[in-house]
């Protein structure tokens, strides 16, 4: 079972709120990576990280930001939330590089902006 | 640039074998995957293929690659109502090593 978490799971908000969503992953892996998931199931790479003080954008352009201060913890922020970042977010880790490089993921948070 | 296709939907019933198929681009991809979502959860790894095999097998999973073709397909035989979920195909691609996912296929099993 993979050890990565996100929290909150659900999350409501209204217009103009500032959020920060949470991973967190205890395997030491290096890589971490956002996924924003459409209704429609389709995966967007949003941001990825190969480790500490390292972020990156994705195949997705996104409002978000993120940082990676800790090995552990890959926190992603919206400054200000609007409806059209409603979408369920996925987090992942995986080694640099290895056999397969695998990507665990975590549970998932789903957002709602009204 | 890269890309992963598959169809959006399968409906079996129970019992019977499903096949999910899925093309891709890269023909440099070393790497081909398979990951199941259940509802309300992440994506699990199934299954992996290096893109020197042909075949592999895993209890009820069978991985079908044709390299000439860039078709990679997953075979789970005696379905069972429990596999349904979304199967995403995807690929080890790009530069950066990230993966490039497929946009899912929803599998059906009827009783």
């Known amino acids: 079972e993979a050890d990565i978490y996100q929290t909150p799971r659900y999350l409501v908000i209204g217009t103009g709120k500032k959020i920060t969503l949470e991973c967190s992953q205890t395997?030491?892996?290096?890589?971490m990576y956002w996924y924003q998931q459409d209704p429609g199931m389709e995966l967007h790479l949003i941001h990825y990280?190969?480790?500490?003080?390292?972020?990156e954008k994705g195949d997705l352009s996104s409002e978000s930001t993120v940082s990676r201060i800790r090995t552990e913890h890959f926190p992603l922020t919206l400054e200000s939330a609007r409806p059209s970042h409603t979408s369920q977010y996925l987090c992942?880790?995986?080694?640099?590089?290895?056999?397969?490089?695998?990507?665990?993921f975590g549970p998932g948070t789903r957002l709602t902006v009204l | 640039g890269e890309d992963v296709e598959q169809s959006l939907f399968l409906s079996v019933r129970e019992g019977d074998s499903s096949v999910i198929n899925c093309t891709y681009t890269?023909?440099?991809?070393?790497?081909l995957y398979w990951y199941k979502q259940e509802p309300g959860a992440g994506l699990q790894l199934l299954t992996y293929?290096?893109?020197?095999?042909d075949m592999k097998q895993d209890q009820r999973l069978t991985v079908l690659l044709n390299k000439k073709d860039k078709h990679l397909s997953l075979r789970i035989a005696d379905t069972q109502t429990g596999d349904s979920a979304i199967y995403f195909c995807?690929?080890?691609?790009?530069?950066?090593?990230?993966?490039?996912f497929g946009k899912g296929t929803k599998l059906s099993v009827k009783p």
């Open positions: 293929i290096f893109s020197n095999m």
């Open positions: 992942a880790s995986s080694e640099l590089a290895g056999i397969g490089n695998e990507q665990f």
């Open positions: 995807a690929e080890r691609g790009g530069s950066q090593g990230n993966l490039i």
């Open positions: 890269d023909s440099s991809s070393t790497y």
């Open positions: 395997m030491g892996h290096d890589k």
């Open positions: 990280s190969y480790g500490v003080n390292s972020t």
